[in-house]
């Protein structure tokens, strides 16, 4: 789920320290098994669980071995991504700042330690007596984040109190400037700026007062640390001193101007001891560490996470603790006991209100840091010694090692194998236990779901399952470990059962079930009918038949218009947001189309149940609805369906595509949208969700992989697998060749960054389309009766030399493996367990084809012989296959 609005939040706690990248540092990439011999900074470490990918987008990917051979059986074993065991640890050491010795030991557990040191500050210079401050503005007194009253007055800069600061009023709004003025001429060689670790000027001046005029003293631009030492050229006697903040550091808590202290002198560099490891993907669980010692001051460690080394700074790339308001400035704390300690990462205060740490989190990078918040003294401190013995992970996602893998797949195309199993690893990162310590913090704890496998939507962030994001993920997890479905059928169960009395359904349990989004009811429905027709649940399917009527027959048509199509707006639904929470309003052709999924999904599941007459009159009015679509919502002119019709003339990924997946577009059209998004979304990291900016700036240069999905299937489906397969490439080859590497992002910004900054999760479910695109539709095994009680076969091959593959059914495994051969031959294997019986639908490359079926000819060239053959849109199409292991044959006709 993509970012909900965060209202800017005053953070309690001050005390930065050293950013890692200015200054002396010592840098290394430490491989574990090397004896820690170093190698580039920037280089590629390799674990056991597969390649670690260096940051940037010129980086290479990693590999997973050679490409699979067909012939010798192919190990699609060696592309599994996810940890052997639930004890994870670090791949490699990235760098190490200040006084670390022996950092390389903290990859061997038992034996050395890694010891990291630091001296006892010295005091810092105060101001004079009577010296003030003033400010271009200050934010209103408040309970802060932790609930002790707070004020963010100018003079909180001069206190001497680094728990203090002063706060603009002006968020993301320059230029700020602080005034520091003393009763008499004070001779300075400098200034400290002591900022907040989760708020600091990155861009300002400093000038002092010459009796008559400002005076430039000095500048500092993209400063990227807490506390920031500015020299002058020479030492100044002012009475004065302004500092004009221009830009400051973006953190989850707002775009604000934060100073803690502004010290007299220049204070000498104080390189806080920090190692960052390296876990060489993105992993999920609680962070272990296990202390050997420390000195008798109770020293402080301080740990920040990133699934990127981009936004591993101070502070972590994200913790709840920004969202829940605990003063913990973007990282977890620990005070280590002279003893030591073996000390797990779990949500909470370790003294009192002091050292709290955020417990679970999703990450690849790793920073330790010997330090302390000034708020949590004397509690903890930010100077002395401590021994690390050993540094690890307790997994706690779905543990997917080649041996839990019901469904698998392989291909002659390296690149797909491994984008497979990066989305099945980032599939498996977020499907966990719903946990009321580990989840979204925003309301969405709910009784109903503590303790229950679900679909989370990211690893990271939010950890709410989202029912839209089951659309990609539930099918992905079905493909590769049917045995966790339950994680899927949590979530649909537990949203129907807090359906709102009108027949609206909640998309998640965040805010108490109570988020407005206006197209989450239609996925919950088309989500469901996915369910029963991969698991055969018929218990499901009749237990919320009930609720399934009533927002089809109730919700849906309180807004829907004259012409009988969906219009946000009506019904107070003005505020409803969607997927992305986008500013649209109207008819939507995404909401209409999915719309028409949505009741023929409903109409498939009622004649499931033998409710004939409700399935006749929904399949009725998706037909009523996709007329109105084409009416209305056609944009003749640029061939495409339009987004909206009122507003900004624009055209989107999301209706374009769901319209010729829910069969809304005839062919013509089909073909027309598709050329339309070829010729006005093409970017080198996968295709854009909007084909202009007219609904926010940049919208151009978004990319979903959420509504990539079903254009991959609309292209398949329409015969153009080679286009498909290159929007999967440069999709999810940019996804897989960039740091973190492996897994799969919520969204992919301008320049292919990561959409939302650090914010955003780079392991999210709904992002895992290519796994059931590459199933479904290149091997081309569906299910078409709940529970594979029949199913098909229907490659698209595209230029790929051939595949194989499995998927988990309640009856067994049904597998397929196909080969097509530069001399036109294509051969098709499938093995399908009893109690099914199939349909096979094999290409003919546009040309007169002879099919066999295990050596019987079915199709001649020009009729049928066995098995219904007919040709039909370009495939051989044969039905009424049973168990058992049958073998198609297609070969140029005589």
Same mark, same amino acid.
């Given at each position: ?20 990248? =200015? ?5 290394? *990439? ?14 590629? @470490? ?12 010129? &980086? ?12 010798? %059986?192919? /190990? ?37 330690? $890694? ?44 206190? %001497?109190?680094?728990? $203090?600061?002063? /706060? ?35 861009? !300002? ?17 993209? /400063? ?23 830009? #400051?550091?973006?953190?989850?808590? %707002?775009?604000? $101007? ?116 000034? &708020? ?45 199993y990066g989305a099945a690893y980032t599939n498996e990162l977020v499907t966990d236990t719903f946990r009321p310590d580990d989840i979204d913090p925003r309301g969405a704890d709910s009784p109903t779901l503590d303790g229950k496998l679900v679909l989370q939507d ?21 493909? @590769? ?36 989004? !206006? ?17 055969? #649940? ?42 992305? !929470? ?44 996709? #007329?109105? *679509? ?18 900004? *003339? ?55 992989? !959420? ?32 740091? =973190?590497?492996?897994? /799969? ?23 895992? %389309? ?18 594979? &009680? ?49 349909t096979v639908a094999v290409p003919t490359d546009g040309r007169g084809v002879s099919v066999y079926v295990d050596r019987r000819l079915a199709w001649s060239g020009r009729k049928a012989t066995a098995y219904g053959a007919a040709e039909i849109s370009g495939y ?19």
């Amino acid at each position: 789920m993509p970012t909900l609005h965060r209202e800017p939040q005053m953070s309690s706690n001050t005390a930065g320290e050293e950013s890692p990248v =200015p200054g002396p540092q010592r840098r290394a *990439v430490i491989r574990a098994g090397l004896g820690g011999a170093a190698v580039a900074a920037t280089g590629i @470490t390799l674990g056991a669980a597969g390649p670690a990918v260096a940051a940037g987008p010129s &980086a290479a990917a990693g590999t997973a071995g050679p490409p699979a051979s067909r012939h010798a %059986g192919g /190990n699609w074993q060696q592309y599994v991504q996810g940890p052997s065991s639930r004890t994870v640890r670090p791949t490699g050491v990235h760098s190490v700042t200040g006084q670390v010795t022996r950092a390389d030991a903290l990859l061997k557990p038992g034996g050395r330690t $890694t010891v990291l040191k630091r001296p006892q500050p010295p005091t810092p210079p105060s101001w004079p007596a009577g010296t003030t401050a003033a400010a271009s503005s200050s934010h209103a007194p408040n309970n802060g984040n932790d609930g002790r009253p707070r004020t963010y007055d100018a003079s909180n800069a001069i206190d %001497g109190d680094p728990d $203090t600061f002063w /706060n603009d009023d002006t968020i993301a709004a320059y230029p700020d400037t602080l005034t520091v003025t003393t009763t008499a001429p004070l001779s300075l060689p400098g200034i400290t700026v002591q900022s907040n670790g989760d708020g600091f000027p990155v861009d !300002f001046t400093v000038e002092t007062w010459d009796g008559s005029a400002w005076q430039p003293a000095a500048a500092v631009t993209g /400063n990227t640390t807490a506390r920031r030492a500015v020299p002058f050229a020479a030492a100044v006697s002012t009475t004065q001193v302004r500092i004009t903040v221009t830009a #400051d550091q973006n953190t989850p808590s %707002g775009e604000f $101007t934060r100073i803690n202290e502004v010290y007299p002198g220049v204070l000498p560099a104080d390189d806080v001891p920090r190692v960052v490891v390296d876990f060489g993907k993105v992993v999920v669980g609680y962070p272990h560490i296990r202390f050997a010692s420390a000195s008798g001051n109770s020293p402080g460690v301080r740990l920040a996470f990133s699934e990127t080394l981009e936004f591993l700074t101070e502070r972590s790339d994200f913790t709840r603790s920004d969202q829940s308001g605990v003063p913990a400035q973007g990282t977890d704390q620990y005070a280590v006991p002279a003893r030591g300690a073996d000390w797990q990462d779990v949500k909470g205060y370790q003294s009192g209100t002091k050292v709290y740490a955020d417990g679970l989190h999703g990450f690849r990078y790793l920073q330790i840091s010997l330090d302390a918040l000034a &708020a949590d003294a004397p509690a903890a401190q930010p100077w002395g010694e401590v021994a690390i013995d050993a540094v690890w992970l307790d997994f706690t996602a779905y543990l997917g090692t080649p041996g839990s893998y019901r469904g698998w797949f392989l291909s002659s195309d390296d690149d797909l194998n491994r984008y497979w199993y990066g989305a099945a690893y980032t599939n498996e990162l977020v499907t966990d236990t719903f946990r009321p310590d580990d989840i979204d913090p925003r309301g969405a704890d709910s009784p109903t779901l503590d303790g229950k496998l679900v679909l989370q939507d990211g690893a990271k962030r939010d950890r709410d399952p989202y029912v839209g994001d089951l659309a990609v993920s539930a099918r992905t997890l079905y493909l @590769t470990h049917d045995d966790a479905s339950a994680a899927a059928r949590n979530v649909l169960a537990d949203l129907a059962d807090h359906q709102r009395a009108d027949g609206w359904i909640p998309p998640a349990s965040i805010n108490g079930y109570t988020l407005p989004l !206006f197209d989450y009811p239609l996925w919950w429905v088309t989500c469901s009918w996915d369910y029963v027709l991969y698991s055969g #649940d018929r218990g499901y399917a009749s237990r919320y038949y009930p609720q399934l009527t009533k927002v089809l027959d109730t919700w849906y048509p309180s807004v829907t218009d004259a012409d009988g199509l969906l219009s946000k707006g009506l019904n107070g639904t003005g505020g409803y947001g969607d997927y992305a !929470f986008l500013d649209r309003t109207g008819r939507i052709t995404y909401y209409n189309a999915n719309y028409v999924q949505a009741l023929n999904d409903a109409a498939s599941l009622a004649r499931y149940l033998g409710h004939s007459a409700d399935a006749d009159r929904w399949a009725a009015r998706a037909g009523t609805v996709a #007329d109105a *679509v084409n009416a209305h919502l056609w944009d003749a002119g640029a061939g495409a369906y339009l987004d909206s019709s009122t507003g900004a *003339v624009r055209h989107a990924q999301d209706g374009n595509s769901i319209a010729i997946t829910a069969g809304v577009a005839d062919p013509a059209r089909a073909a027309s949208a598709l050329a339309h998004l070829d010729a006005t979304t093409v970017l080198p990291y996968g295709n854009a969700f909007m084909d202009n900016d007219t609904i926010f700036g940049g919208a151009s240069q978004r990319v979903y992989a !959420f509504t990539s999905y079903p254009e991959l299937l609309a292209r398949f489906r329409t015969g153009r697998a080679d286009s498909a397969l290159d929007q999967i490439r440069r999709t999810y080859g940019w996804m897989d060749r960039n740091d =973190p590497g492996t897994t /799969n992002w919520e969204g992919i910004g301008p320049d292919g960054s990561a959409y939302e900054g650090s914010y955003t999760s780079m392991a999210h479910g709904w992002s895992t %389309g290519v796994l059931p695109a590459l199933t479904n539709e290149l091997l081309g095994i569906r299910p078409t009766a709940p529970g594979f &009680a029949a199913w098909e076969v229907r490659p698209h091959p595209g230029s790929v030399a051939w595949a194989r593959g499995q998927v988990p059914t309640p009856h067994g495994p049904l597998s397929a493996d196909w080969e097509h051969t530069a001399k036109g031959t294509f051969t098709l294997t499938v093995r399908a367990p009893h109690g099914t019986r199939g349909t096979v639908a094999v290409p003919t490359d546009g040309r007169g084809v002879s099919v066999y079926v295990d050596r019987r000819l079915a199709w001649s060239g020009r009729k049928a012989t066995a098995y219904g053959a007919a040709e039909i849109s370009g495939y051989i199409v044969l039905s009424g296959l049973g168990a058992g292991s049958h073998t198609v044959t297609v070969r140029p006709a005589r």
